[in-house]
């Protein structure tokens, strides 16, 4: 599906933020994506992979997401503020998301890095739709703010993540509050090499499902 794509400068707490809007050719929207990149300093863009194809499932449920890149990155100012600065640039965009299309529900999407952002943020939302942690990095440490993080999560993982793997995931989910919804993705390694098009399809079952079917496991 084709989609209306603007290239946007926004403002944000150290300087304009770069960033890409899509809306759904075929419909109007009825609902909100913000989606985070993996971390600035190993390559993280707004073009990663991942990050194109989670906007591009959401979209395809019905979406308009808005992807940025974090300060310091491509056209974005400022430079990197160890995750914390970070968590300003996502308020920032998502403030910006909502202004334009306030009677949307909102959800939150990151890839690895991103994931940590937008559960920090998020957590704080309790008006968020969803929130949706792709490559969660076990190994980064866990997050104070999931100890009660009310808004729904899903968390979506490679099957072979080096960086999140399914019993340290698990064990992380259990502790959880719901509603939750955990999904494992066949694929390779970390970046969900060769199961692409299946994370894809898990983006946007998920953008069409509701979060009332939520299970507390």
């Not at 084709?2 to 944000?12: E, F, M, T």
């Not at 008006?127 to 968390?155: D, M, N, W, Y």
């Not at 390779?188 to 509701?210: I, K, M, N, S």
Request: hydrophobic content about 40%; overall charge neutral; some cysteine.
């Amino acid at each position: 599906m084709p989609a209306r794509i603007q290239s946007l400068l926004l403002d944000g707490p150290a300087g304009k933020l770069e960033a890409l809007l899509e809306e759904p050719e075929t419909e109007a929207p009825h609902q909100a994506w913000l989606v985070c990149h993996p971390h600035p300093l190993y390559g993280g863009t707004l073009h990663n992979k991942v990050v194109h194809r989670v906007a591009r499932g959401a979209r395809r449920a019905g979406a308009v997401v808005l992807r940025f890149n974090f300060r310091g990155v491509g056209l974005s100012e400022g430079t990197y503020d160890e995750g914390n600065g970070e968590v300003e640039d996502a308020r920032a965009a998502l403030a910006w998301l909502r202004s334009e299309y306030p009677h949307l529900p909102f959800s939150l999407a990151g890839f690895s890095f991103g994931s940590r952002v937008i559960l920090r943020l998020g957590c704080q939302l309790p008006s968020a739709q969803r929130l949706v942690a792709l490559g969660f990095p076990t190994t980064a440490g866990e997050l104070p703010e999931l100890a009660h993080c009310a808004p729904p999560k899903i968390f979506i993982q490679s099957t072979r993540d080096e960086f999140g793997p399914k019993d340290d995931l698990r064990a992380l989910f259990h502790r959880l509050t719901p509603p939750k919804r955990l999904i494992f993705i066949d694929a390779g390694d970390h970046f969900f090499t060769h199961g692409l098009d299946r994370l894809e399809q898990a983006v946007y079952r998920q953008a069409r499902t509701g979060t009332d079917t939520f299970s507390g496991c």
